[in-house]
């Protein structure tokens, strides 16, 4: 696979009314090769969001973007507002589907009053009738129906809609799309079929390559090649989506892993924990690394010291407990029972009540 995006070096604040910056994204390095998509994961305000803003060209004010580049068919920008980005790479190279995009659109447009507004947007040459000719060849090509053209929003279900959402965010036919829980707020199904049409648009080759952002590492598992793991603005791990939802080499991981219904034989027999403690505040993040006030297999060092890279780029965790055991999978008893409080939560399963038999359906589209 050749390599389609490099992202290095990504450093974000948020600069808050009284005068703070809160560092959200703090030196994170990512790549996607051309056919891919790469999964991040993490708990709510570990930065994916943020992090899907400075990848889509999109941060604001508040949001600073302190450093960074971006590097698309070898073509490289720097993030940090120190040269113009040419305007025609906001919709046409890279493509945000933005967190509950589905929601936020206006009730009284039509979706061919949008298909028109977003192709218009980027070339004002663009005719009503070529806009709608493109948003009707791309239905059908996915086959859904052109009928959805003349839909009012609230007349489309909640999965359609957001197909619909996801048609028109690539409209334009980026090389990277970006998309930030897109299935957050589906059934199962709907999740399924909005999965299915992403593959089905990289097989299309509409778009070369896919950020798939969510805290739901089952799905994640199940569209994603890689994975990265988030906390606290930096990421902990990188892996094979398969690898790291069965071996995963970070103690983040497996708790997030233990903290969730996975389908897999390995996990399905475990307790499930909420992870304990809560994610630090950005504002003022714990010394050396930042899951230590969290993490059942804490040592001296990780209070002060800034964890090491271990691996390569492709498979690493940035971890003491890694460094000492190079290769091994975190055992999840480690990272979970004996960091639970008395008021961590607890789903019981002496009696196998969080265990599925085989051939019973999960609850994650397959
Ligand atoms: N407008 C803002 N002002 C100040 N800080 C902010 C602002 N928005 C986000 N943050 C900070 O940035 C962090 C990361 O936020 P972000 O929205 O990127 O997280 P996330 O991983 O996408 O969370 P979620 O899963 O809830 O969507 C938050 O923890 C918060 O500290
Ligand atoms: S570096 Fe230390 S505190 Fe951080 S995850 Fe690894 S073992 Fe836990
Ligand atoms: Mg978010």
Not at 170 to 178: E, G, H, V
Not at 206 to 217: A, C, E, Q, R
Request: hydrophobic share 35%; with cysteine; proline share 8%.
């Amino acid at each position: 696979m050749s390599r389609l995006v490099n992202a290095e070096h990504l450093r974000a604040s948020y600069h808050t009314p009284d005068g703070r910056e809160v560092t959200a994204v703090d030196g994170v390095s990512v790549h996607i090769d051309e056919g891919e998509v790469l999964g991040i994961a993490g708990e709510s305000g570990s930065g994916k969001s943020t992090l899907g803003a400075i990848l889509s060209l999109t941060a604001r004010p508040p949001l600073y973007v302190d450093s960074g580049s971006l590097e698309i068919d070898g073509q490289t920008q720097a993030l940090d507002g120190s040269s113009k980005i040419p305007r025609t790479w906001r919709g046409s190279v890279v493509s945000l589907l933005p967190q509950g995009a589905m929601n936020s659109i206006s009730p009284t447009m039509r979706v061919r009053d949008l298909v028109v507004d977003v192709m218009r947007a980027h070339n004002r040459s663009v005719t009503k009738d070529e806009a709608l000719d493109r948003a009707r060849d791309r239905l059908a090509s996915l086959d859904l129906p052109t009928r959805v053209l003349d839909a009012y929003p609230h007349q489309l279900s909640g999965g359609m809609k957001q197909r619909t959402v996801t048609i028109i965010s690539t409209l334009l036919n980026p090389r990277l799309l970006i998309a930030d829980e897109p299935t957050s707020a589906l059934d199962v199904t709907s999740q399924k079929a909005l999965i299915d049409m992403l593959l089905q648009m990289l097989e299309q080759k509409i778009m070369s390559g896919v950020i798939f952002i969510t805290h739901d590492l089952p799905v994640l598992r199940t569209v994603s090649n890689r994975i990265a793991v988030m906390y606290a603005g930096k990421i902990v791990e990188v892996g094979d989506a398969e690898e790291l939802t069965t071996a995963p080499r970070h103690p983040y991981s497996a708790a997030l892993l233990s903290s969730v219904l996975v389908p897999e034989p390995a996990y399905r027999k475990m307790r499930v924990y909420g992870i304990p403690g809560a994610p630090p505040n950005l504002a003022h993040p714990p010394s050396g690394c930042r899951f230590h006030p969290r993490c059942g297999l804490v040592m001296d060092e990780c209070h002060t010291e800034e964890p090491p890279h271990v691996g390569d780029q492709l498979r690493f965790s940035k971890c003491f407990w890694a460094l000492k055991n190079p290769g091994q999978s975190v055992p999840l008893k480690a990272v979970t029972a004996s960091s639970l409080s008395e008021t961590d939560t607890v789903v019981e399963d002496d009696d196998d009540t969080t265990s599925r038999p085989d051939d019973e359906p999960s609850e994650v589209p397959a």
